[in-house]
Each structure stands twice: as structure tokens, then as C-alpha cells.
Nanobody
């Protein structure tokens, strides 16, 4: 499975961005997709995850109410809509795929990772 994330960029505080992650290669049913981020000098942290059907989601506290994760199974693509962005959201955002259920917030539970896309939020 290959994952390619895109959609990052520079945005002012309060603005919005939508990240996309396209999966290709050997895809599999039932998998969980997640987004993680890593800010400079900080450890990677969980942002959001979505189950196979798209109806099950889980968010980090920092993302609740501002970010929405969704997926289009027909396009093998997962999205992260980010609204009301803050400077502390600045990070490289990575998408990841997990072969099995359930949703997990631990990065070690995901077998496949994309290359990351940089999000910079200016104050």
C-alpha cells in the first residue's frame, strides 16, 4: 500500500485547509485510516482516525470541534478538513493506514505511512 498526502500549505490563523491522502497499490477492506502530525522539536501525535465504513471516527482533544476526518472508499482517499486553524497546528501531517480494526491512536498500530505534507499556520 502506498499513501500520498497532499493539500498542505500556508494559511492564516482562523483559516481552513483540507488534506487528502490517496491510497494505491494493494488496498484491503476493513482498514482504518488515520492522520498524525509532528511539529518541529516535538513527538509525533495522533490527530484523527476513521473506520472502514466512515461512520466510526476518533479525534484528539486538540482536533475536536475543528477537524473532520472522512473517507471516500470508491476513491481510496481519506480527507482531513481543518477549520479554525491555530499557529499550534503547524506541523507535518502524515496519513497512515492500519490493516485491522479497531481504531487506535497509537502510531505503532499503523503499518503504512505517507510522506507527509506541511501545514503552516501564521498568527
Amino acid at each position: 500500500v502506498q499513501l500520498q498526502a497532499f493539500g498542505g500549505g500556508l494559511v492564516q490563523a482562523g483559516g481552513s485547509l483540507r488534506l487528502s491522502c490517496a491510497a494505491s497499490g494493494r488496498t484491503f477492506s476493513g482498514n482504518v485510516m488515520g492522520w498524525f502530525r509532528q511539529a518541529p522539536g516535538k513527538e509525533r501525535e495522533f490527530v484523527a482516525a476513521v473506520g472502514w465504513s466512515g461512520s466510526s471516527t476518533h479525534y484528539a482533544d486538540s482536533a475536536k470541534g475543528r477537524f473532520t476526518i472522512s473517507r471516500d472508499r470508491a476513491k481510496n482517499t481519506v480527507y482531513l478538513q481543518m477549520n479554525s486553524l491555530k499557529p499550534e497546528d503547524t506541523a507535518v501531517y502524515y496519513c497512515a493506514a492500519r490493516k485491522s480494526v479497531p481504531l487506535t491512536t497509537s502510531g505503532t498500530g499503523y503499518e503504512y505511512w505517507g510522506q507527509g505534507t506541511l501545514v503552516t499556520v501564521s498568527s
